[in-house]
């Protein structure tokens, strides 16, 4: 045991070479410090349409100007201003007076049809492309009342509006599985990086010919990068509480994450052990995780899936089952990769 502590102990000492790793480490302690402040900006990209305040003038021309002027009054942030015809509204938004063109015609079927001018590829274009969606779509659905009576048959309902905050969703289907799943990621790539560094640098045999085996290097450089990732992760979520973002269940989730890190480890090793070039190995390595969590990524009950619903205190038995079979298969995984390792050796 002192000598697997013993090289845990200069793994994590040399941790202060790895610039890539510390950057990485950098970036999510800014993020947890400031995700209070940092979560408006990013719900803008994710969900555009959650900005408050964002507000658009829409220049309409065409023979459905009056019907855009109702649905604007039902669209907070959005107002249409009505212009004889289409060049007239296009000459306004050139000269910076609208924010768009809504140019409609309608045919003698009574169809509408509507062409939109936006700016093209500035910082404000994904709002008004936003709200002039939103714009629209409240056209269709006032259209849709006003010929539901002329149907033959009833159109099937629209579902719901969901007033569920997309802050709310963007901090626990997002931001917290981030900070959670990428200490995983940083210990894989950490431990792939020593055992090749190792074989490149020829110190693997000086660390074999010392009073140590093989399986206590590997469990020892294990035991470094799986370390790390718990205590990574409870910061994180001290740091997002202390943001006052509420996270349940913590023990759980560090359970969880510290089971995929073992799992996510441990493929890094067989990894390292097939491939000692570094660049082949990283390579491989990457492709792994990507393939291991997209899998994952598209079950029902996957690791950010698990772990949002632990964090919003919604989690079922069937979660708890699922915490501990992703345990069971980790460590089933490392026993083997260990094993292996220690008879095979690492190859050249």
Same mark, same amino acid.
């Given at each position: 045991?002192?000598?697997?502590?013993?090289?845990?102990?200069?793994?994590?000492?040399?941790?202060?070479?790895?610039?890539?790793?510390?950057?990485?480490?950098?970036?999510?302690?800014?993020?947890?410090?400031?995700?209070?402040?940092?979560?408006?900006?990013?719900?803008?990209?994710?969900?555009?349409?959650?900005?408050?305040?964002?507000?658009?003038?829409?220049?309409?021309?065409?023979?459905?100007?009056?019907?855009?002027?109702?649905?604007?009054?039902?669209?907070?942030?959005?107002?249409?201003?009505?212009?004889?015809?289409?060049?007239?509204?296009?000459?306004?938004?050139?000269?910076?007076?609208?924010?768009?063109?809504?140019? @409609? !015609?309608? #045919?003698?079927? /009574?169809?509408?049809? $509507?062409?939109? +001018? *936006?700016?093209?590829?500035? =910082?404000?274009?994904?709002?008004?492309?936003?709200?002039?969606?939103?714009?629209?779509?409240?056209?269709?659905?006032?259209?849709?009342?006003?010929?539901?009576?002329?149907?033959?048959?009833?159109?099937?309902?629209?579902?719901?509006?969901?007033?569920?905050?997309?802050?709310?969703?963007?901090?626990?289907?997002?931001?917290?599985?981030?900070?959670?799943?990428?200490?995983?990621?940083?210990?894989?790539?950490?431990?792939?990086?020593?055992?090749?560094?190792?074989?490149?640098?020829?110190?693997?045999?000086?660390?074999?010919?010392?009073?140590?085996?093989?399986?206590?290097?590997?469990?020892?450089?294990?035991?470094?990068?799986?370390?790390?990732?718990?205590?990574?992760?409870?910061?994180?979520?001290?740091?997002?509480?202390?943001?006052? @973002? !509420?996270? #349940?269940?913590? /023990?759980?989730?560090? $359970?969880?994450? +510290? *089971?995929?890190?073992?799992? =996510?480890?441990?493929?890094?090793?067989?990894?390292?052990?097939?491939?000692?070039?570094?660049?082949?190995?990283?390579?491989?390595?990457?492709?792994?995780?990507?393939?291991?969590?997209?899998?994952?990524?598209?079950?029902?009950?996957?690791?950010?899936?698990?772990?949002?619903?632990?964090?919003?205190?919604?989690?079922?038995?069937?979660?708890?089952?699922?915490?501990?079979?992703?345990?069971?298969?980790?460590?089933?995984?490392?026993?083997?990769?260990?094993?292996?390792?220690?008879?095979?050796?690492?190859?050249?």
């Amino acid at each position: 045991m002192d000598s697997r502590l013993t090289i845990a102990g200069r793994e994590l000492a040399g941790l202060r070479a790895e610039k890539t790793i510390l950057l990485a480490i950098g970036i999510q302690l800014f993020i947890a410090m400031f995700s209070s402040f940092l979560v408006v900006g990013l719900v803008s990209m994710y969900d555009p349409g959650a900005l408050d305040g964002a507000e658009i003038e829409v220049a309409a021309a065409g023979d459905a100007v009056d019907d855009l002027e109702r649905a604007a009054a039902e669209v907070p942030g959005a107002s249409v201003t009505p212009y004889e015809d289409a060049g007239a509204a296009r000459s306004a938004f050139e000269r910076n007076a609208a924010d768009a063109v809504v140019v @409609t !015609s309608r #045919a003698e079927s /009574g169809r509408v049809s $509507a062409a939109v +001018t *936006a700016p093209d590829a500035t =910082v404000e274009t994904t709002v008004i492309v936003v709200q002039l969606r939103e714009l629209l779509r409240t056209y269709e659905l006032n259209e849709r009342d006003a010929r539901a009576s002329s149907l033959e048959e009833s159109p099937l309902p629209l579902p719901d509006r969901s007033d569920t905050s997309p802050y709310f969703t963007f901090t626990y289907t997002v931001l917290i599985p981030l900070l959670v799943f990428l200490p995983v990621f940083i210990s894989g790539s950490l431990i792939v990086d020593s055992i090749t560094e190792e074989l490149d640098q020829g110190t693997m045999e000086l660390l074999r010919v010392a009073p140590v085996t093989l399986a206590e290097i590997v469990d020892g450089k294990a035991a470094a990068a799986i370390g790390i990732a718990p205590g990574q992760a409870l910061l994180w979520l001290l740091l997002l509480e202390a943001n006052g @973002t !509420s996270v #349940a269940n913590v /023990g759980p989730i560090l $359970a969880l994450m +510290t *089971a995929l890190t073992t799992l =996510v480890v441990s493929v890094a090793v067989g990894i390292a052990a097939v491939a000692p070039d570094r660049q082949a190995a990283q390579l491989l390595y990457s492709v792994a995780v990507l393939v291991l969590f997209g899998g994952a990524t598209a079950m029902a009950g996957g690791p950010a899936n698990a772990v949002a619903r632990l964090a919003i205190d919604s989690a079922d038995a069937t979660t708890g089952v699922l915490v501990v079979a992703y345990a069971a298969i980790a460590a089933a995984a490392y026993l083997g990769v260990r094993r292996v390792v220690a008879v095979e050796g690492f190859g050249r």
